[in-house]
């Protein structure tokens, strides 16, 4: 009798009764549940169908008479293709690399505690907070022989200056590479400065105190330890360079002929204007491969960095 009126006073179910759920229990569930849903149709479900389309012969709509790695096969033998994966490699590799050298070099500028930062940092992060249409539509402008810098360098005085990348087949790829670089090094740059901001300044204060010089601290103390910043960075700026189709449409449209292209570019154009869905689809599958050849590492790094601490 004790025990009972003592259950019901605290709120407690009797002893072999399941609990119940009131509805405040299942409330994150049910707000959770359509997203959720969502995700896992919308993203996963799609990838899984985009999979299975790559090993059939879809052209203009999905079949699915299979045919193996057919699809891929084709791939790897169209011309198109093969200067898409070349232009990621220049394109990607370049603007990684810049867009890394610019950014830790701007965020050590603004580490020194310099008059009007937050005026400076706003102007380096403006350009990320626009889209690579905006982007890829202001360089077409400015890169144009007839009305951009090489007009604004000849109306100058510099009757010999010429600037037409933007119609050279083999230079149009760099066009692409300063257009993402003028975008995307505010945003390295903001990752760096944070994680200067966040460096013990006691270590700082002990290699000063040895004598060593502002360059050597940074180079031998300061900039080892912001590896995580670096990968991270170099994650983020792979997905950017692997998935870029917008600044290319944008841009150069792939053009001179198809010499822009990019992977992203490439699937589009097949499963959409081409009616190629199949070798579409097989190009988007190795896309996929690249970003999780990427972030498969990094993902392991970090799990196995919370097992260790």
Known sequence: MNKNAANAGSGATPAGRPAR????????????APTVIAAIVCIYGYMIWTAVLSFTNS????????????????????????VALSNLGIFGGLFILICLFLGVMLAIFLDQKIRAEGAIRTIYLYPMAISFIVTGTAWKWLLNPTNGIEKMMIELGFEDFRFNWL?????????LVIAAVWQASGFVMALFLAGLRGVDSEM?????LDGASTITTYRRIILPSLKPVFFSALVILSHIAIKSFDLVAALTNGGPGYSSDLPANFMYAHAFTRSQIGLGAASAMVMLGCVLAILIPYLYSELR?????
């Open 59 to 82: 052209r203009m709509l999905p079949t699915y008479k299979f045919v193996g790695f057919d699809q891929y096969e084709r791939l790897f033998m169209n011309d198109r293709w093969m």
């Open 21 to 32: 759920l009131s509805l405040a229990d299942w409330m994150p569930k049910i707000v959770m």
């Open 167 to 175: 119609s050279d087949p083999d230079m149009v790829v760099y066009c």
């Open 204 to 208: 700082i204060k002990a290699a000063q």
């Open 305 to 309: 960095g919370e097992r260790h601490e």
